[in-house]
């Protein structure tokens, strides 16, 4: 069975940082590729950022360019994101999720949502 935790999320004031952590069980981690996208209240998901865990190429949203990092971690079968100088606008759920290519219709499996909240 293939599961995808996303955890990491909370309420961070605006400037801050924040890392997400996405644990993938039941996948073969060095051959997929891992996205995480958000959902902000009231507009639709989009992808923030995807990393291929086979040559770790990597791909991001242009309103986090420059300040997120996304990383994959074999061992922990776990991809990671960073965000710093956090901005009220990335208030959203934050979904992880694993398929063949990155984009939001190419995504096999995902995880359930976890909050982030920037406060002002």
């Known amino acids: 069975e293939v599961q995808l935790q996303a955890s990491g999320g909370g309420l961070v004031q605006a400037g801050g940082s924040l890392r997400l952590s996405c644990a993938a069980s039941?996948?073969?981690?060095?051959?997929?590729?891992v996205g995480w996208f958000r959902q902000a209240p009231g507009k639709e998901r989009e992808m923030v950022s995807c990393i291929s865990t086979y040559n770790m190429n990597t791909r991001y949203e242009d309103s986090v360019k420059g300040r997120a990092t996304i990383s994959g971690d074999e061992a922990k079968n776990t991809v990671y994101l960073q965000i710093n100088t956090l901005k009220s606008e990335d208030t959203a759920v934050y979904y992880c999720a694993a398929g063949e290519y990155c984009g939001l219709g190419d995504m096999d499996y995902w995880g359930k949502g976890t909050l982030v909240t920037v406060s002002s």
């Open positions: 039941g996948l073969p981690f060095d051959d997929i590729v």
